[in-house]
C-alpha cells in the first residue's frame, strides 16, 4: 500500500458546495444488522444457510445476532436523528415479512417495519425502503436461475406497496444485482454459492425482471414515493493499453456494469465485441417482452460506488473484491492492482476521481434517459477500535481515513455533477454512506469495519466514531 498525504474538504467547505435540496443519508440492509434470525415467525434465506457450512464466512462468523438491531430499534434510530441526516436507506428482510417466500406477509415481520418507518417520520428522516437486499427465501426452487423467484418478488413489492406505500418516500427494488450474479452465482463467494461462471448471466436476466415486476407491483399498489434500482457501478480500464488487456476490460465493463444499467435505461441489452458474442448469448436471445418490463420507467437511479477495476487478461491468482475465490482462476482475465492508490482494509483502492468517471460515463451512455440518480451508497472499511479519551474519559474511535474517503469522494461527486462539470447532465439527488453501522460484512463476517458507529459484538456496545461526528457537522452546517 502506498500511502498518500491528503487534504481532504471540511465539513464546512463541502457543506458550502451542497446544492440546497442534496440528500444527506445512512444505509444498512436487513441481512446485515437485524440478527434475531429465528425469532418473529421469520423463515431462513439462502444466507442463512450459506452462513453455517464450514469454510464459507470468515472465523466462522454467522449474522445469527449481526448488530441485534431487531432489538435495539429506538437506539440505532436516535443515533440517525441525531446525526441531523435527511434519509435513512434500510431493508426490508424477504424472509422476515414473507417467509418461505410467497403467500401472506407475516404481521410480526411487518410490525417492525411499521415501527421503523413510523419512528424514522417521527424523527423527521425520510424512509428509503429496499425490497430486495440479498436475503432470497431458501424456498424459492433456484433461486435467482428460475422466473418464479422474480414473479414472487413483484408479489412481494404489491403487498409491501400496500403496507408501506403511504409513508416510504424512495423504494429500491434491487439492490446491486452484479454482486449476486458475479459473487453468489459465478465465483461461489456468496449464497448460494454457485460456481457458474459465465452460465450464471441468466441470473442478471431473472433479476432485472424481478426488477421490473417488483415496479409494476408498486404502481399497481399506487405507492406514493418515488422508484427506482440501485446497481454499483466500476468504472473499468484495462492494466495496460495491449488490444487484449483492452477487450478483456470491455468485457468486464459488460459483465459489472453495462447489463445492468443498459436494459433498465435503454431497453437493450449491450452487444459484446464479437469475440464475446458467444458467451451473453443467453441474454442476446431474450424474449424482448421481458426488455419492455425491465425498462419500464422508473424516477431515479441508485448509484453504489466504491472502487474502480483494472483488467489484465490472462487467469491470474485467486483474488476477489471478497477474498479469495478459486473460481476466478478459471476466468481468462484478472484484476490487476492499483499501486499507486492508498487502500482500504479490503484491500480496495481509494480512488475518489473515478466516482467522476463513473457519473461521467453515466451522462455519456444514458444521456437523457437518466433518471435523477442517488449515490445509495458509498464508504470504506478500515480496522479501528475503542480508546478513552484521556482528558474526558469518553469512549471514543478515530477514523480520519474514512472521513477523508467520505469528503473526498462527496467533494468528487458534486464537482462532477456541478453546472461545467463532465457530468453535469446528471442529477445527482443525494449521497447515503455505507454504513450507519459496523455489522456482518458478508464472506468477510466481522473482519470489515465500514460503519460510523463503532459497535463492539460482544457487548452491542455503540460509540460514534470521528466520523459521525463529521457528517454530523456536514448535515449541521449546509445551507437550507
Ligand atoms: O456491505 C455491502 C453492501 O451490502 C452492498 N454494497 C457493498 C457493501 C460493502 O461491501
Not at 442463512?48 to 454467522?62: S, V, Y
Not at 428522516?125 to 433456484?142: Q, V
Amino acid at each position: 500500500m502506498t500511502s498518500r498525504a491528503t487534504r481532504f474538504p471540511s465539513a464546512e467547505t463541502l457543506a458550502a458546495e451542497l446544492p440546497r435540496d442534496f440528500a444527506l443519508g445512512v444505509a444498512t440492509s436487513a441481512f446485515q444488522i437485524e440478527g434475531a434470525t429465528r425469532e418473529g415467525g421469520r423463515g431462513a434465506s439462502t444466507w442463512d444457510a450459506f452462513m453455517h457450512q464450514p469454510g464459507r464466512i470468515r472465523g466462522g462468523a454467522t449474522a445469527d445476532v449481526a448488530t441485534d438491531h431487531i432489538h435495539r430499534l429506538d437506539e440505532d434510530i436516535d443515533l440517525v436523528r441525531d446525526l441531523g441526516v435527511d434519509s435513512y436507506r434500510f431493508s426490508i428482510s424477504w424472509p422476515r415479512v414473507q417467509p418461505g417466500g410467497s403467500g401472506r406477509l407475516n404481521d410480526q415481520g411487518v410490525a417492525f417495519y411499521d415501527r421503523l418507518i413510523d419512528r424514522l417520520l417521527a424523527d423527521g428522516i425520510s424512509p428509503m425502503a429496499t425490497l430486495f437486499h440479498w436475503d432470497t427465501p431458501i424456498e424459492l426452487s433456484g433461486g435467482w436461475l428460475s422466473r418464479d423467484t422474480a414473479q414472487r418478488f413483484g408479489e412481494l413489492a404489491f403487498l409491501l406497496g400496500e403496507r408501506f406505500g403511504d409513508r416510504v418516500d424512495h423504494w429500491v427494488t434491487v439492490n446491486e444485482p452484479a454482486t449476486v450474479m458475479l459473487n453468489g452465482y459465478a465465483l461461489g463467494i456468496h449464497a448460494p454459492g454457485e460456481t457458474l461462471l459465465f452460465d450464471a448471466l441468466p441470473v442478471a436476466h431473472t433479476l432485472l425482471l424481478g426488477h421490473g415486476y417488483a415496479v409494476e407491483g408498486l404502481r399497481g399498489a399506487d405507492v406514493k414515493g418515488l422508484v427506482g434500482i440501485t446497481n454499483v457501478h466500476t468504472p473499468t480500464s484495462g492494466a495496460t493499453a495491449s488490444d487484449e488487456d483492452t477487450a478483456f476490460a470491455g468485457l468486464f465493463d459488460l459483465l459489472h456494469n453495462r447489463i445492468f444499467a443498459d436494459p433498465v435505461l435503454l431497453g437493450r441489452y449491450p452487444q459484446p465485441l464479437d469475440e464475446f458474442a458467444s458467451l451473453v448469448k443467453p441474454l442476446l436471445e431474450l424474449d424482448s417482452r421481458d426488455l419492455d418490463i425491465i425498462s419500464q420507467p422508473i424516477d431515479f437511479y441508485g448509484l453504489n460506488y466504491y472502487f474502480p477495476t483494472r483488467i489484465a487478461a490472462g487467469a491470474g491468482r485467486a483474488v476477489s473484491p471478497d477474498g479469495d475465490a478459486a473460481a476466478m482462476t478459471s476466468l481468462p482475465f484478472h484484476l490487476a492492482p492499483w499501486p499507486e492508490f492508498a487502500t482500504t482494509g479490503f484491500g480496495w483502492p481509494i480512488a475518489p476521481e473515478f466516482l467522476e468517471t463513473t457519473l461521467t460515463e453515466m451522462a455519456e451512455r444514458y444521456g437523457s434517459a437518466l433518471p435523477p440518480v442517488f449515490i445509495t451508497e458509498g464508504g470504506a472499511s478500515f480496522a479501528e477500535s475503542v480508546v478513552l479519551d484521556g482528558r474526558t474519559g469518553e469512549r471514543v474511535v478515530a477514523d480520519p481515513r474514512r472521513i477523508d474517503y467520505l469528503a473526498r469522494h462527496l467533494e468528487s461527486a458534486l464537482r462532477a455533477t456541478a453546472p461545467g462539470g463532465p457530468a453535469a447532465s446528471v442529477d445527482l439527488r443525494g449521497y447515503h454512506v455505507w454504513s450507519l453501522l459496523d455489522n456482518f460484512e458478508w464472506a468477510a463476517g466481522y473482519s470489515q469495519r465500514f460503519g460510523l458507529v463503532h459497535v463492539d459484538f460482544a457487548t452491542q456496545e455503540r460509540t460514534p466514531k470521528d466520523s459521525y461526528r463529521w457528517l454530523q457537522a456536514l448535515a449541521g452546517t449546509r445551507r437550507r
